[in-house]
């Protein structure tokens, strides 16, 4: 009935009708999907909240080794007694800085690694294998070299945090700028494009999607590389509280530097996710 109501309608009574039901349709998808969302935050958050409870009331009552595991409240108290006098801060202070340049170096010379790479291809067949192996090579065995390089401090971190984050978006990015469509590349030179006309206006372009999700990638290198690099030359961050804390058998101290850490690097994470969204919206 609704159809053959539809055929009598004029040609613009139809377009309107079907951009009105079309609209309905898009405003239904939109409220389901929020809902789905917003389902998804509050499980999310239940399990959340659940372990906690567990874990409090397990340490508590002595389910489990509360030297060991220590528990929530503990944890909550420790992190705000030396908030108060501003130690933790100083150590966070110092692991985000060194994490954020870790990002942001390796990002950029693992991308401009891959362009290089891809401007030569005998350059790039020489370096294949090398690259291959430097990614499957320990990073964490680099640490020693690091330090008699540059000294027993942030230069250290920084470098070992590199190691990691260099050569996987180098990996990643170079696949990236090989799996571009040569046609379109063809055309560019059909019309007298050079190989950076192909580059800026083919390549770069049709990888920016997987450029930007490198940035993920990198967010949990960068802090590995960081905490590693602080495990064995730093006396401040909180992989240095990590390892002092193990020192002197304070596990409340180890696990609640691994809290802050989970929490800075998730920030980090949506910080990242956020940029993506933007700068992909524009583009």
Do not use: C
Request: proline residues 2%; charged residues 15%.
């Amino acid at each position: 009935m609704k159809d053959e109501a539809v055929k009598q309608l004029s040609t613009t009574e139809q377009a309107g009708f079907t951009a009105q039901l079309a609209e309905q349709e898009l405003g239904r998808f939109r409220k389901n999907a929020r809902r789905i969302t917003w389902i998804a935050r509050f499980t999310q958050l239940s399990i959340l909240f659940v372990f906690m409870i567990w874990w409090e009331l397990a340490g508590r009552l002595q389910w489990i080794d509360a030297l060991l595991f220590s528990y929530p409240s503990r944890i909550a108290v420790l992190i705000y007694s030396k908030a108060m006098d501003g130690s933790i801060f100083i150590h966070l202070q110092v692991t985000i800085w060194e994490t954020i340049i870790g990002f942001v170096l390796g990002t950029l010379f693992g991308t401009a690694a891959a362009a290089i790479i891809w401007w030569s291809p005998f350059l790039s067949r020489v370096l294949d294998p090398y690259i291959v192996v430097l990614n499957s090579l320990p990073k964490v065995a680099l640490g020693p070299l690091f330090i008699v390089a540059f000294g027993a401090g942030q230069l250290a971190i920084i470098a070992t945090t590199l190691s990691l984050t260099v050569i996987i978006t180098l990996l990643v990015v170079s696949n990236s700028f090989k799996e571009v469509d040569s046609n379109y590349s063809k055309v560019v030179k059909i019309f007298g494009g050079t190989r950076g006309h192909i580059f800026q206006k083919v390549i770069l372009p049709a990888t920016y999607p997987t450029i930007l999700s490198t940035l993920k990638v990198n967010v949990g290198l960068s802090w590995v590389g960081v905490i590693v690099g602080e495990f064995l030359v730093s006396k401040e961050g909180l992989g240095y509280l990590i390892i002092y804390g193990f020192q002197v058998f304070n596990f409340t101290l180890v696990i609640g530097s691994v809290i802050l850490i989970a929490i800075a690097a998730a920030v980090m994470y949506q910080g990242v996710a956020f940029l993506e969204r933007k700068l992909m919206g524009r583009r």
